[in-house]
């Protein structure tokens, strides 16, 4: 014996096909750009730990050429700046990170050191 649907039950067919299909997409992009962003917060830790380094490097007299170096080996393409403020020595860098093709995000961190020190 064939069960009969409702006229209700058959306009519904495929609905949830469609409801997957408009929602996949939304998920999908909320995925990507949650990764970026954890991404984004890891080079900003790189990028803050290097820029302490560079501080301490300078703090001891090292070149300043090293201390870039140092930013440079740990984040790729990031701005650096060194300067003297009284009896510190201070390091900023900043760099553009890109998350997915439209957003970008810059990030900067800046890092002092006492001048002369061991």
């Known amino acids: ?49 290097a820029v302490a380094d560079a501080a301490r490097l300078l703090g001891r007299g090292e070149d300043p050429a090293s201390a870039v170096a140092v930013v440079a080996a740990s984040v790729g393409g990031a701005r650096v700046v060194n300067e003297i403020r009284g009896e510190l020595v201070c390091v900023s860098a900043s760099i553009d990170v890109r998350v997915g093709v439209l957003v970008s995000i810059p990030l900067s961190a800046s890092s002092c050191a006492l001048s002369g020190g061991l």
């Not at 067919?13 to 408009?22: I, K, N, Q």
């Open 1 to 49: 014996m064939r069960r009969v649907l409702p006229d209700l039950a058959r306009d519904q067919r495929g609905a949830v096909a469609a409801e997957l299909a408009l929602a996949l997409p939304a998920v999908v992009i909320a995925l990507l750009l949650g990764a970026g962003a954890l991404g984004a917060a890891a080079q900003q830790v790189s990028l803050q730990d």
